[in-house]
């Protein structure tokens, strides 16, 4: 089973641009590993915010959007708010389904 | 709206048994692929162990293989983790999740301690 690897931690100013990434240990990154993004905040259940890539969510905010980035799924957050600090977690799904360690972001 | 409710989890010493279910409701249950994950406290998610639409794919976590049993019931619209052998680092909220969407429960606490 591959690790996927996140960055551990992110800070982003309020209304900032910030990019998150997902990869592999074993592969690049593709539409084949239809990549998940998860958010989660203290006390609450993860939530997806993307999934295949880049399709949203009903209740995902469009300022989230999904892609691939130099052979990484990345998450991009464009005018970040507030309620927008909380942990972020990737997910592949190859033969099995593999968590990245998580990002916490930090809205400051 | 897609419901999957989780039920089962408790205290357990190790080398215990534990079943657990999740009840699922506002979906077509038996088309999709469902996993069972879990969340140690403070520790990120830990896929477990999936199982395809018709039980014909099964697919597990390597510390868990030969522990822990996943199973479905498409007439019950249930899901179903039998957990054997049981270990202190087994020891985790259990959330039943729909594959496509990433729909998730509520979990179920499992608490491996002597």
Redesign the interface.
Known sequence: QPVVTQEPSLTVSPGGTVTLTCGSSTESVTDLLYPYWFQQKPGQVPRALIFDTSNRHSWTPARFSGSLLGGKAALTLSGAQPEDEADYYCLLYGGYRVFGGGTRLTVL | EVQLVESGGDLVQPGGSLRLSCEASGFTFNKYWM?W?R?APGK????VA?IKEDGSDI?Y??SVKGRFTISRDNVKNSLYLQMSSLRVEDTAVY?CLR?????????TLVTVSS
């Open positions: 996993s994950v969340q990120g998610p830990e896929w999936n697919h976590l390597d959330y594959d496509y969407g990433g729909w998730w429960g509520q979990g």
